[in-house]
């Protein structure tokens, strides 16, 4: 059975403090591991797909790495409007489509 | 392209009440989801299908059901709603080449 863990589950920084989130999995044959952002009150935002380990991916503060067993978000310099909801998935081969979805990881980023 | 659209944005019901979440998508994706999100259970996944004419259950199928008779199109149907299917309810698609999702803005259902 797959299985996402996402640490730690709540996380408050100060503006400008970088620390990175983590998602551990277990998959048969990963095929695609993805991060996404909820706002509260919105459906989730897909931001980075990650596909063999090694891989590295950014966008603006954000940084996505993968590992044979785990992922890290890296947030450099993180403002107050990063704070939101970050959700990790990991789609597993052999023919299926469906994601399995961590709990996620709730930051808040203090000015 | 308005993406992924779901209607109802708020809705109440009383207990034994049924009703039609409607979910549609423009971008022509074959696969297409439901899933429900509460508090400290993160998202789990009611019905999806991979295109027209094709459903299949998810984690938590009970009391749901879904058609899928045009591409654009996922209805998600409670047939005599309870207190316990109170939550936010997202619909989402994808291409099957990516499965990288598109959320709609959800619905939020209460069941008295």
């Known amino acids: 059975e797959d299985q996402v863990t996402q640490s730690p589950e709540a996380l408050r920084l100060q503006e400008g403090e970088s620390s990175s989130l983590n998602c551990s999995y277990t998959?048969?044959?990963?095929?695609?591991l993805f991060w996404y952002r909820q706002d509260p009150g919105k459906g989730p935002e897909f931001l980075f797909t990650l596909y063999s380990a090694g891989e590295e991916k950014e966008k603006e503060r954000l940084k996505a790495t993968l590992t044979k067993k785990e992922s890290f978000l890296h947030i450099t310099a993180p403002k107050p409007e990063d704070s939101a909801t970050y959700l990790c998935a990991v789609r597993a081969g052999g023919g299926s489509y469906i994601p399995t979805f961590g709990r996620g990881t709730s930051l808040i980023v203090h000015p | 392209n308005a993406g992924v659209t779901q209607t109802p944005k708020f809705q109440v019901l009383k207990t034994g009440q049924s009703m039609t979440l409607q979910c549609a998508q423009d971008m022509n994706h074959e696969y297409m989801s439901w899933y429900r999100q509460d508090p400290g259970m993160g998202l789990r996944l009611i019905h999806y299908?991979?295109?027209?004419?094709?459903?299949d259950q998810g984690e938590v199928p009970n009391g749901y059901n879904v058609s899928r008779s045009t591409t654009e199109d996922f209805p998600l149907r409670l047939l005599s709603a309870a207190p316990s299917q109170t939550s936010v309810y997202f619909c989402?698609?994808?291409?099957?080449?990516?499965?990288?999702?598109?959320f709609g803005p959800g619905t939020r259902l209460t069941v008295l």
């Open positions: 989402a698609s994808s291409s099957l080449d990516s499965n990288e999702q598109f």
């Open positions: 998959v048969s044959g990963l095929r695609g």
């Open positions: 299908s991979v295109g027209a004419g094709i459903t």
